[in-house]
């Protein structure tokens, strides 16, 4: 990015602006995700920057919003904190229950979404797959496909799942899968396997088909070829679909607003309540545990993509 | 792969243990501090008394999503609190499970049910907890010297300038651009009646369309109001009164015009705890926990024997009655809400408002 | 070429021979081409067999679901399930037929059953989607036919409102006496059906949705832009600095893309308001006076900036991409030849650019066309797209056919455009950071 020596006064002058305009636009990706921090520890109830805050005295910074984390929905806030207290938190507390919710439905829809999803990725990325195309694209759309439009058709088909076999004549009678965690981590599965898909696809993109056949060759059965030369070579491309599945899964809203039930009630859906209804700092509070989460996942997703680049050879240019 | 065995072991157990607590009851109600009332003066004396778990949802208008259930088929609550007029079209649909107002409990004094409620709070599918108000609040700061006091005042922006907040739907926007106008409150709903009557109110509203900020949830006029965005919003006089009491804001209430209107607890057939949900339902409803929502929200009770219990809000200090919806002067230029023309006309009436507001 | 490759194939090549008569054989004698095809097969239904499970499960979890979804909009039964009588009559009797004694004879029927059966509601609401206004017009009919109508049946409906003799509203139960329209469609478009049967455009009062998928189109086209503008710079930036400086830049773009989308709209939310962050900013700098705050939030400017700082990275990543590979010597060719700074940018480098510009303008257009959350929080009204409007059917008005059509359409443009990338740039090119 160093300028070329024949540059001109002027080629210089642009130069510079060019590169503060870079940093205004850095500042703006970046901004909304820091501002929320500092606000989550705001004293007051409002969404500003209060005077003390701004003057960083103590008394304008407090944890009561993640306090209120804890104790919203708990059946007595107010007890002594012991071990019955944090029983409460542990039955009770709104916020509690939704991560337990978030948790139970991001880790089993990311399990259904890497495994089918990963099987997928293997049959298209071999060169004798037929109709390659059109398959890629349609396991791909529920990423392309509008939220509104996926979850208003999921909303229908899960309230009574048998509907469509009157399609064809049969008129079965089944339970339904809305209101039920079988029926949140389907969706959520079918939400996360586009990302699955896309990640290990090009992690196999460098893979040489030629190691499977040398191990074939030196006696290995396929499972054993699997497990043993080609799962070690696509897995950071497994894991880092996988946990692009379970972000998508943790951070879904409109799904689980058509068809969840009572019970599952997520992280995402307890916030969408909180954002319409008031805006608190404890918001901001759940907004900032959430950023320190994806810093996490990021970090880990960085370190997978590297460990795989250096794997199958590809050396940074 | 043994830690993944591990793991999925683990959330097994969670997945069992959040189902494991099978007595329980879901209640769908309008959120924020509304909700807050409830559960303090019903869920946790019912929790405490029947070991009934109260999962509470929360909705904009808890009718939609009940409405939204019953045609899918798919009912997840048990319990909704719920408008007159929707009670009524839901029962006439024959949505809604029917309600002997025998089997619910007398007042202390012995008066049946069926005498101590007030006249139209028992429905043949619903019963009333609560009345309350849809009125006008200001921010006193913004208007010092000058407050407003009418409904007309609301719709003047030269005189009282910033931002409205008003509910984006029809009931609660009609009526108050038609008083504004100049229209007697008791010939709202035969103005509302005939298309030039609809016409005028749209037009009214026209005046301070590009002003007007919506609202949906019940909490929304209220912190529009704290942070500054609208000066003036139509609301639920509970949630100003608990801002303006319970958390100190510096609002005021126009109780002129104001729109009045029943809240019901209905239970949809084929809900998943009926048994339950009719235990909650008579519990709710008994005198002593209707008093006792009166003390966390400015909302009047919908038995007679309960209207002498109320006092003092929880603070123990502030007397509720000036606060309250039904006190007699605020009832002299009241709206009262029409359940029949509401059930017959709310969807034709938010088609237009719909299109009316999507337009621009 | 790909058959060649294959393991078996190979193997039979040189287990086998020439034959006698010329024709390439493999060991236990099978001429070659049809032992090669019988292997090609075998490969090809292992791949398939590889891929099956999913392709089962999204058409069974996504696929059936959408497709049960848009056949209401074309399908409601609410009249014709309700009203068997009066729907007979009109599959009997051609279009044009005045009433007769029968046809009033069925209506009565139907009503008096309908309302003890408790679903006048429903017919009417059915109705009501053709013909605004006649919600009422059955459901009080239903109210006073509950103790069953007395012949002369025309004269005891008509005496009850004298809007059922019209004309049209025979006109639009006729219609919706075949479980089959396609007047959702029409209504989608902003027209309808007159009384004749003609397809008219809808009174201005309801012309809503036309107005709604130009907002969309045209809010979706300037975000697209906003974000190439924003974008453009940054991945330029990225792509030329040495990789651990470019390594460390580009956490601050995958940062925002791994970060929950509801945390992002909060922040702009605590941002954008007017006592926000911003503004206050602003006031203290002096540019605004505290009583002219900004309104940037609850409208379509909200909305815009929003949805640009979400879908910036969808931009970012594939211009990022198709950077990376372009050759700085090519400008530094056409600079030595004497090209402007500027001339070599814009005749050299930025047509190498397309193909990542290509990528990241329709993926950004296609997920800004269907966005729903944002809009939903900071849209206000005018910042409201049409996902905003079939979430607003499917869970307010419950008119779910209408909300069908409208995501058929939706549907449509978003599969055309998924179409053109496909073509374009290829999905096997989408990439995630």
Redesign the interface.
Known sequence: ?AL?K??SPL?KA?HYA??V??AA??F??????V??IP?SFNAE?????TSKMLSFDPSGYSMRWYDSLLTFGM?QPDAPRGLSWWADVW?NAKWV?AT??S??IG??ST??ATV??T??A???S?????YR?I????????M???????A?????????PC??LTWIGLNPSCG?L??T?LGVI??H??LG?P?VI??V??TL?GFDQSLA?AA?SLGANPRTTFFRIIMPLILPGVISGAL?AF?TS??E??AVL?IA???Q?TI?RQ???G?????SPA??A??TL??IF??A??TT??ML?RRSERLRGIT?? | MKTMLILTTALCGLAVSAQAQNKEVNVVSWGGAYEKSQVEAYNIPFTAKTGIKVNMMAADNPATPLKAQVEAKNITGDVFDIEVSDAIRMCDEGALVQIDPATLPAAPDGTPAKDDFIPGALQDCAVANIFWGTVIAFDKTKFADNPPKTAADFFDTAKFPGKRGLPKNPKRTLYLALIADGVAPDQIYETLSTPEGVDRAFKKLDTIKKDVVWWEAGAQPVQLLADGEVTMATGYNGRFFDAMVAEGKPFEIIWDGQYMDMDMFAIPKGSPNPEAAMEYLKFATDTQQLANQAKWIAYGPSRKSSAALVGKYQDGKTDMGPHMPTNAEHMTTAVMDDPEFWADHSAELSERFNSWLAAG | MANALDPHAAIVIEAGGLDQGGTLKTADGQPLTRALARSSRRARRRAFLLVLPLLLFILITFVVPIGQMLQRSVKNDGFSANMPQLSAWFHDHPRGTEPDDAAWAALAADLTASAEARNIGVVGTRINYDMPGTRSLFTAAGRKARGGIAPPYRDAILAMDKKWGDPKLWAVMREAASPYTANFYLAAIDRSRDETGKIVQAPPEQRVYLMLFMRTFWLSLVITCTTFLLGFPIAHLLATLPMRKSNLLMILVLLPFWTSLLVRTTAWMVLLQQQGVVNDVLVWLGIISDSGRLQMIYNQTGTIIAMTHILLPFMILPLYSVMRTINPSYVRAARSLGASSWTAFRRIYFPQTLPGLGAGALLVFILAVGYYITPALVGGSSGQLISNMIAMHMTQTLNWSMAAALAALLLGGVLLLYWVYDRLVGIDNLKLG
């Open positions: 990015m070329p024949y540059a080629e642009w060019y590169l305009i870079c636009i850095f703006f990706l970046i901004v909304p995700i501002v929320v606000l109830p409002y969404f500003t920057f059946q039955h229950q337990k919710s948790i139970i880790f089993f399990v259904v089918l999803g099987l997928a293997l049959g298209l071999r060169p004798e797959m037929p195309r398959i890629m694209a349609m396991l791909i759309s529920p392309i496909v509008p939220i509104i439009i996926t208003t058709g999921m909303f229908f088909f899960y309230s009574n509907e469509p339904k809305a209101g965690y389907l969706a599965a079918t396997i990302f896309i990640t696809t090009a993109i056949r074939a692009f972000v943790f951070d809203v409109v058509f039930g009572p019970d009630q995402p916030m969408w309540n954002i319409r209804e008031q805006i918001i901001l759940v907004a959430l950023v994806s810093i996942l990021l997703v960085e993509r940074p240019h």
